[in-house]
Structure formats: C-alpha cells, structure tokens
C-alpha cells in the first residue's frame, strides 16, 4: 500500500547535492527520500517524542518515496554575498575584520508551480493511521526555510497513482527517454538512529548508510538564460 501526501511550497526550495561546494550551491529540483525521512523523523520527535521516534525509525528508514513533481518548475540561478572562515593572516590595511571573510557565492533557488507529491510504502494499517500525524507537522523540507504545506489528508492507494516515481536502486521503472537525470540520496538498510541524529557523533557513511538512486524525472527543459531555467513536468502516459 501507499500513502499519497500533496504539499505546496510556500517559499522558494533549495537542496544542494552531495557534490556541490559551498561556494557552488547548485540545487535538485525536487526533494530525496533522504530529505524526507528526515523531515518525518524530526516531526515525530517533535509529536510523540524522541523515544517513540528512536524505535519507530526502523520503520521509516525501510520506506520506499515515490515523487509527483510540480508541473512546472523554475530554478533561479544567482550569485549572493557570504561570509566563510578566515584562512591565513588578515592583510594589513584590509577592509575585513573578525574570523570570517567575504566572498561571492552562487546558488540555485527552484519555484515549484504546482503541489509535490509524495508516496510512502507502508505496511499495515495501523502504520497507515500513525503515519499522517507525522506528515501533518512536516513543515519544510530541503534547507531551513523551504516551508511547505500539507494540501489535505493523506490517501491510502493499493498501487501509485500515474504520474509517481518511486526512487529506488531498480531500473525496470517507465521513465521518460527524454527526462532529467538527478542522483537522489536515500537511507541505507542498516543506518542507526544514533547515526541520523545531530546530537551524536556517530557518522553516517556515503555510500552504505547514506546510498544514491540515479533517477530520471520526467521534466523538459522548455528554455533557459544565464539568471533562470525553466521545466515542464512530462505527463510518462504519452512518453
């Protein structure tokens, strides 16, 4: 069974990929099942606390997210001032103080023209009630500040519905030929909770607790400058 959540973005979103530089902040077009477990997580913390959420992540690390992207999407692309730590001797005669300095730097900020929708794999009913308590107090996803919200209650569906793609390791989903390929990271099989939690110092390890699906996302590039681009969702019935 899945469960069918539609959020719409109140602010711009903003996700850097795992190889981007902080000086080269490009964006994904759309939110990882990484990025949404942790948003699941941290709001069933919040709702019935860390101890409920420490035994629940079992359950929330094996979903498998299927994604329905907006129907269109603009990503801004912009160059801003800020600050990183000082490296080396402050320059006699310099302008700067303090331990940082200033620098440019360039980020992607992507406009979601429609609701995101959302799939989770769930397997009984009683998951199937608890779990829209946890996406009701989902309020952003992506970096702090990309606030979403909740359209309606969540839906129980047997199968997803046309238009999901859900992002798993498989190649044997439809996709569209002509689509855009992002590599979306998810949480791999064994990742503790001690691992995922900011209040330990246990690592999370690329490539074995955090792992990478390439996916192919049904969107087309309709036109593109220097300060935008612009993409339209592909409808994967016509493809």
Not at 154 to 177: E, H, I, K, M
Request: glycine fraction near 10%; charged fraction near 20%; include cysteine.
């Amino acid at each position: 069974m899945w469960l069918i959540a539609e959020y719409v973005s109140t602010t711009l979103f903003s996700l850097k990929p795992s190889w981007a530089t902080s000086s080269g902040g490009k964006s994904l077009l759309l939110p990882t099942p990484y990025a949404i477990k942790m948003a699941l997580l941290d709001a069933l913390c919040r709702v019935e606390g860390v101890a409920v959420a420490q035994e629940m992540w079992p359950t929330i690390r094996a979903c498998t997210v299927a994604l329905r992207g907006p129907e269109r999407i603009v990503v801004t692309n912009t160059f801003t001032k800020i600050l990183k730590p000082r490296r080396g001797e402050l320059a006699p005669g310099s302008a700067d103080s303090g331990p940082y300095q200033k620098t440019i730097g360039f980020r992607e900020y992507v406009f979601h023209g429609g609701p995101l929708g959302i799939g989770l794999s769930v397997e009984g009913r009683d998951l199937a009630q608890r779990i829209p308590g946890w996406l009701l107090n989902v309020n952003y996803l992506g970096k702090r500040g990309g606030f979403v919200q909740l359209m309606g209650a969540p839906q129980l569906v047997d199968s997803l519905p046309a238009g999901f793609v859900a992002v798993t390791a498989s190649a044997t989903n439809a996709f569209a030929l002509n689509g855009f390929l992002q590599r979306l990271d998810d949480t791999g099989s064994q990742v503790t909770f001690e691992q995922v939690s900011i209040y330990s110092d246990q690592a999370v390890r690329l490539d074995k607790d955090r792992i990478f699906h390439q996916v192919i996302l049904p969107y087309r590039l309709v036109r593109s400058s220097k300060s935008y681009s612009y993409y339209e969702r592909i409808d994967l019935g016509t493809v």
